[in-house]
């Protein structure tokens, strides 16, 4: 009988794969990075407890091209400052991909709130736009001009914070307690330029990024970096305290409670 390809894998294909994984050469993007100041209680209010807001008021957004072979990704997301008991770092609001690979090992891994959208990374000469969009709508575009190239940071590690957790069955809250994941990223830089230019912010309802507007622009850079990232369990949350928040993960919060249609299945 010829394989059945919904079939069980063996031990040793299964090895296979977990070893492929672990020897994936350095991947390096092409990326703009915006940083700018938003308004304090407009940050505060899109942090899900136990997160705290940072010192400042910052708003990042990422926008990036990986130039995998035969697999072009474009890769982004808007984050905000926060902290978590004393650890730093940024809660990841909208994570766009361009292809669902991208998306699907993040979300159900980690829990990152990834979603399928257009990524934009343009640069002609000088000029650089960059942009993230989602249903036809550019909520976050990038636009300047290069202004000279910048000091190589050292390899930095840096901190996001994820929910990960399970809509219920029923309906009604989630299938256990949900769980913050620190998500650990080790960045290398090999090439880093300053850009002058502006941040666009467009309404959008269905990625509210321009409730975070821009009070300060602090920095605007384009550069190629590549990383690594490891995920922890921080703590197990409070459902409760989360459910308020649940949103933020959907284009329309009632899917989570659509079941198919009757004999559909």
Same mark, same amino acid.
Request: charged share 25%; net charge negative.
């Given at each position: ?7 069980? &894998? ?13 020897? %994936? ?47 072009? %990704? ?26 669902? &690979? ?40 990038? &636009? ?47 090439? %880093? ?7 666009? %912010? &467009? ?63």
């Amino acid at each position: 009988m010829a394989r059945v390809r919904y079939g069980a &894998r063996t031990e040793a294909e299964i090895q296979a794969a977990r070893t492929a994984s672990a020897k %994936l050469p350095d991947i390096w993007s092409t990326g703009v990075v915006a940083v700018w100041e938003s308004d304090p209680d407009a940050v505060a209010a899109v942090l899900p407890p136990p997160l705290k807001p940072a010192e400042r008021p910052l708003v990042r957004a990422n926008i990036s091209k990986v130039d995998l072979p035969g697999y072009p %990704l474009g890769a982004g997301s808007v984050a905000v400052a926060a902290v978590h008991y004393g650890q730093e770092g940024w809660y990841p609001l909208v994570m766009p991909m361009t292809h669902e &690979r991208a998306l699907i090992g993040g979300r159900e891994v980690f829990g990152e709130p990834k979603k399928l959208g257009e990524v934009d990374v343009e640069r002609d000469g000088l000029v650089v736009r960059a942009s993230l969009a989602r249903h036809g709508i550019a909520f976050v575009e990038v &636009r300047g001009a290069v202004d000279g190239p910048l000091p190589l940071p050292e390899p930095t590690r840096k901190t996001d914070f994820y929910f990960k957790f399970l809509p219920a069955v029923d309906g009604a809250g989630f299938d256990a307690d949900p769980v913050l994941v620190h998500c650990v990223r080790n960045e290398k830089v090999r090439k %880093l330029e300053k850009i002058t230019g502006d941040v666009v %912010l &467009r309404e959008s309802m269905y990625d509210p990024v321009a409730d975070l507007p821009v009070r300060r622009l602090v920095e605007i850079t384009i550069g190629e970096k590549t990383t690594d990232q490891k995920g922890t369990v921080a703590e197990r949350v409070s459902a409760q305290a989360l459910l308020p928040y649940i949103h933020q993960r959907y284009d329309d919060p009632q899917q989570i409670l659509d079941g198919p249609p009757e004999g559909s299945v």
